[in-house]
């Protein structure tokens, strides 16, 4: 089996420029990790945090999974959070969902691929949820583009039920949840209007969802 000896020479030639714009880089970086912000995002290869959003490694503490959900039986995700906002201390939680999500298309037209469809079935809660808002968006490209914002924004709202934020508020610690969306045509994100700070925001956050679908319904 070949090594990939590509990848370990472009990850040389990666550590060598960083390290000719600034010599202590790596130094600092060992000796210390405080992020201000984690990112849960889609595990699809062409959203990578760090790049979209212009920071260094160090700077964006990062977790992906297929269609950024956030369930609360999922230990993997739960750990990632508590770690973030109890340890790190970081004062800004942002899910990024992103438009043509594979996850998401493939649960809103019923494909089957084995053991994630069990995954899927979160996506499938969403539709159902909004199904009257989805299916009265008419063309099939902005359905899709919908369905990936709801879904964010559902995500958002799991994220502020757990006990990890909810006990982060209690406490009085300053941490927002954030939703938002990336365009992988044109490498933009954008902001949902889902920032949540405080408990009592999140019932708000199902009529935002809602008030997505109308810049669809004419398309």
Known sequence: MKRLEHLFK???EWAENIKADNPDFFTNLAAQQTP???WIGCSD???PANQLTGLLPGDIFVHRNVANLVVHTDVNSLSVLQYAV???QVKHVIVCGHYGCGGILAA???ETSGLIDNWLLNVQDVYDKYQSQVDAIEDDGARADYMCE???AEQVTNLCKTSIIRDAWGRGQQVAVH???Y???DGLLRDLDLCIEKSTEVAGIHQTACDLAKPYLNK
């Open 10 to 12: 472009q990850n040389q």
């Open 183 to 185: 365009s992988i045509s």
């Open 45 to 47: 290869s062409r959203v």
């Open 86 to 88: 109890d340890v790190l």
């Open 108 to 110: 809103m037209r019923g």
């Open 150 to 152: 709801i879904n964010v």
């Open 36 to 38: 201000e912000y984690l």
């Open 179 to 181: 939703g938002w969306i």
